[in-house]
């Protein structure tokens, strides 16, 4: 059973492109949840997201950034118009209810870094 | 809200020695307690967490934690560390009205020296 996909692994983009981070949850797994590490932070929320629907989204900045959870295929964090400052490691989780916090996994990150 | 405040960023000991690490936590309401361990080039992986009942808290790989209410504290101990051990270890805090934000700490990097 694959555990919580993630990729690219490493994303590098100039200022001003846009950046997409793919996440695959778990088999099962229909609730979906976006983190943000900063470098010497903790992670932060950025997004819950179900099938279809995105549930939370008070982490994610006003602007530049939007996440989506189609019904087929992998959830999307999409960055536009990218900055120094999106640099950071971009970790997707999964579970399978919403509830908890204990049935969480995370993927590996995706590194983006913007020159 | 709640933050959560990892005393210490890096904690170097030798192989087999006793470690602790810290995690105090600050919340208006009652909280679930996690701390995660995350390897090197890899995601974050549960240790173990508190939902309610017993303070002390066994999780894998011979770690465990213990609740403190009145110092809001959820400190992390093993008795005899492995060079495996080698991660950094992320505390976490989620209000038990059924929020799925978990609010972490900045994270405390042990380093297992042999």
């Known amino acids: 059973n694959a555990g919580v996909m993630q990729n690219p692994r490493h994303l590098v983009r100039r200022r001003g492109q846009e950046a997409r981070l793919r996440c695959s949850p778990m088999?099962?797994?229909?609730?979906v949840y976006w983190y943000r590490q900063l470098p010497e932070e903790g992670l932060k929320f950025m997004v819950y997201?179900?099938?279809?629907?995105?549930?939370?989204e008070s982490g994610m900045p006003k602007e530049r950034f939007s996440a989506e959870f189609p019904k087929e295929g992998p959830s999307i964090l999409r960055i536009q118009q990218v900055v120094r400052g999106d640099s950071a490691a971009y970790f997707c989780?999964?579970?399978?209810?919403?509830?908890?916090?204990?049935?969480?996994?995370f993927g590996s990150g995706t590194q983006l870094s913007v020159l | 809200a709640q933050s959560v405040t990892q005393l210490d960023s890096q904690v170097p000991v030798f192989e087999e020695a006793p470690v602790e690490l810290r995690c105090n936590y600050s919340?208006?309401?009652?909280?679930?307690l996690f701390w995660y361990v995350q390897y090197p080039n890899q995601g974050l992986q549960l240790l173990l967490k508190?939902?309610?009942?017993?303070?002390l808290v066994k999780g894998i790989n011979g770690f465990e934690a213990e609740f403190n209410k009145s110092q809001t504290s959820f400190h992390l101990r093993k008795p005899s560390v492995h060079i495996s051990d080698t991660a950094e270890y992320f505390c976490a805090v989620s209000d038990r009205g059924g929020s799925e934000k978990l609010v972490f700490g900045k994270g405390t990097k042990l380093t297992v020296n042999p």
């Open positions: 919340s208006s309401v009652s909280v679930y």
């Open positions: 088999k099962g797994h229909s609730h």
């Open positions: 997201l179900q099938k279809e629907n995105i549930i939370d």
């Open positions: 508190y939902l309610s009942g017993s303070t």
């Open positions: 989780a999964s579970s399978p209810r919403r509830q908890l916090n204990e049935k969480l996994f």
